[in-house]
């Protein structure tokens, strides 16, 4: 199983922006952003295929874009217009499928996370 780094999180505030990179030990797709809030679940937050295929949560599809390059297992997250609710953990995951499925039952590889702070 491929492992994951995440880089880029830090503290922001509301209305700023921030990449999220994530880079991979080895090949895995899909590629996927989760995130984990606190007192919250982990949510999908957008995946992308090798196909170059994209899902969003729906409420993030209007800030936030997934970018690929599996050529180098590099995944990113550029987020804008950041909201003090976008506070969390932000998880990269790599799966095994064709699918870029929202759903962390569907990732075996996970990254050990980078925070996202975006104050008022």
């Known amino acids: 199983q491929a492992q994951l780094v995440e880089s880029g999180g830090g503290e922001v505030k509301a209305g700023g922006s921030l990449t999220l990179s994530c880079i991979g030990s080895a090949y895995t797709s899909p590629m996927a952003w989760f995130r984990q809030g606190p007192g919250n679940e982990r949510e999908g937050v957008a995946a992308?295929?090798?196909?170059?295929?994209?899902a969003y949560a729906r409420s993030l599809k209007d800030r936030f874009t997934i970018s690929e390059n599996y050529a180098k297992n590099i995944l990113r997250l550029t987020m804008t217009k950041l909201k003090p609710e976008d506070t969390a953990i932000y998880y990269c995951?790599?799966?095994?499928?064709?699918?870029?499925?929202?759903?962390?039952?569907?990732?075996?590889?996970w990254g050990q996370g980078t925070q996202v702070t975006v104050s008022p």
């Open positions: 992308a295929s090798r196909f170059g295929t994209h």
């Open positions: 995951a790599g799966g095994s499928s064709d699918y870029p499925s929202l759903l962390p039952g569907d990732y075996h590889s």
